[in-house]
């Protein structure tokens, strides 16, 4: 068992506080097998939502699977008290937005999608519904009267 950290990184204009919006947004993941090494070659999500039962009664996680190839099941859990906005302090530096606990598995890549909010760094000014899918994105905040985005988005995995 482990906890592997999502650090996300981008650099911010004019907006604070980007952070997942509701209990229902989805991580997208590609998970490797701690087994075999089979990695996913398609996007899985995880949502705060969901919740399987773990085998034996011991509790419960995010998402249960078995490995396709080696057949072991392996699970993995959102972390909600781990979860951490992006501030505009934080921008072109690496920040942990999120911490997964994993068995038998581990997160290899994260595409972010849509479903992030973020605010006006001067302003009350709220934007929700942001698609970081693009690894860019920008609005305008009428408030403020200047342009507002998120760019060159990135993210690392860390072991926690």
């Not at 070659?41 to 939502?49: A, E, P, R």
Request: with cysteine; glycine share 8%; proline share 4%.
């Amino acid at each position: 068992m482990g906890k592997f950290g999502l650090q996300f990184k981008a650099t911010l204009e004019n907006v604070t506080n980007v952070r997942p919006e509701g209990d229902d947004f989805r991580w997208y993941l590609k998970l490797k097998c701690g087994n075999c090494g089979e990695v996913s070659d398609k996007w899985q999500y995880i949502t705060l939502l969901d919740s399987m039962p773990l085998k034996g009664g011991r509790g419960s996680a995010s998402m249960v699977q078995k490995c396709k190839l080696c057949s072991r099941e392996n699970s993995i859990d959102i972390l909600r008290d781990t979860i951490t906005p992006y501030n505009a302090e934080d921008s072109e530096r690496f920040k942990t937005m999120v911490q997964f606990e994993c068995r038998g598995l581990e997160p290899v890549d994260f595409q972010p999608q849509a479903g992030f909010a973020a605010g006006g760094a001067e302003t009350s000014t709220q934007f929700p519904e942001i698609n970081l899918q693009e690894k860019d994105w920008t609005d305008y905040d009428e408030k403020a009267s200047e342009s507002v985005g998120i760019y060159e988005v990135t993210h690392q995995f860390i072991k926690c």
